[in-house]
């Protein structure tokens, strides 16, 4: 039997400088990136870090830059095959401050 696609989306988050949980996968499943919404509110250029679970573990799956005051939306055709099978959609922006929204199916 297979499992059903579960289209799924974050809130709108504020990122930190730290681990900052954008989507919570549910336990047993995967989070197939669709759509990554960023904007940037700060007078500086932020790079945001997507990671497949805790950044200490060491697995990055998207790093973006985007200019101050600017919004920078990518779609399934540039995130094709971005899977998170470990942990939650972890960010981190440097500096903070950046809002992200996710957007996927849970598998």
Known sequence: MQIPKIPKASDAIEVSDSDTTIYKV?????????GVI????????????????????GRKKLD???AASETKVLDKNVLE???????????????????VVVTGDEL
């Open 26 to 34: 549910t336990s047993g499943r995967t989070f197939l990136l669709r």
């Open 38 to 57: 960023i904007t940037n509110p700060t007078a500086d250029t932020v790079r945001v870090t997507l990671y497949d679970g805790p950044s200490a573990d």
């Open 64 to 66: 973006i830059i985007v």
């Open 81 to 99: 095959g971005i899977e998170f099978k470990y942990g939650d959609v972890v960010g981190v922006s440097s500096p903070a401050g950046a809002v």
